[in-house]
């Protein structure tokens, strides 16, 4: 039977529960997928949220993310994004991250897959690096299990999405990284955020999907940040223990009360 995984990303959640981003009220429409995903996808085995959790940096930001994901908690996996404090995302999430050299990453098991997380924030910076003490990790974690399917999850593409000013904010370490991947081939696919839309990208054996954020949407093949009008979504993957499996990203219409 296929394990179902839930994966949110790009939050963006503020301390003040009306703080808007780019005219979108970030706590509004996290409230609205946690919703659906109450509603319709609460027997999933996991919750993963790949990044950008805090867009205020601030330690009571992850303090009401705690509370908002409280109903999850047994099942949550963070990694970090770009936006974000590294020592208040462990302080408030420490049973939910592993540290490994200064970074929150994780290692799990569900269904007969691994999940495993990556820490890809360069701080200060948009763009994201892994660095070699933990590309050295993730090699020792995959040499560890080589036939069990495995999904690596992290905050920002290794891949180019064609998007010219998101491919200047990527991974720019993502060589040495796909290369690492190239040598580990139960690597079923690798899953991303930051970059606010939807997107399948396969380059060499490499597969990569994006997932759109649960705030600000993006337009893409833009020459500069454009809105998009499309509704926040989510990711849901159902993992069969072959290896194979299905996913698909589910909208969340906002309702805003002015009809
Ligand atoms: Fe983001």
């Known amino acids: 039977m296929a394990a179902r995984i839930v994966q949110i990303t790009d939050l963006h959640l503020m301390a003040d529960p009306s703080a808007e981003l780019k005219g979108v009220c970030t706590r509004a429409t996290l ?153 580990h081939r139960q690597v079923k696919f690798v899953c991303c955020g930051h970059i606010h839309h939807e997107m399948t990208v396969v380059q060499a054996n490499t597969l990569m999907l994006t997932t759109p954020a649960t705030s600000v949407q993006f337009l893409p093949d833009t020459d500069r940040l454009i809105l998009d009008s499309v509704p926040p979504g989510f990711r849901i993957f159902d993992l069969e223990p072959d290896g194979s499996f299905r996913t698909r990203v589910v909208r969340v219409p906002i309702v805003t009360g002015d009809s």
């Open 31 to 183: 409230q609205a997928v946690l919703d659906v995903l109450r509603r319709d996808f609460s027997s999933s085995e996991r919750l993963i949220v790949t990044g950008d959790l805090a867009h205020d940096e601030l330690r009571e930001t992850y303090e009401a993310l705690r509370d908002l994901l409280a109903e999850w908690m047994p099942k949550l996996r963070l990694i970090p994004g770009n936006h974000e404090n590294r020592d208040f995302m462990r302080q408030v999430f420490g049973d939910r991250v592993t540290v490994v050299d200064d970074r929150n990453v994780f290692a799990d098991s569900v269904g007969g897959w691994r999940l495993i997380g990556l820490d890809s924030q360069l701080p200060g910076e948009v763009r994201g690096q892994l660095g070699e003490s933990q590309r050295d990790w993730l090699a020792r974690e995959l040499a560890a299990e080589p036939l069990r399917p495995t999904v690596v999850f992290l905050h920002h593409p290794p891949l180019k999405v064609g998007t010219g000013w998101l491919d200047e904010i990527w991974l720019e370490d993502a060589d040495p990284f796909l290369d690492l991947l190239s040598q």
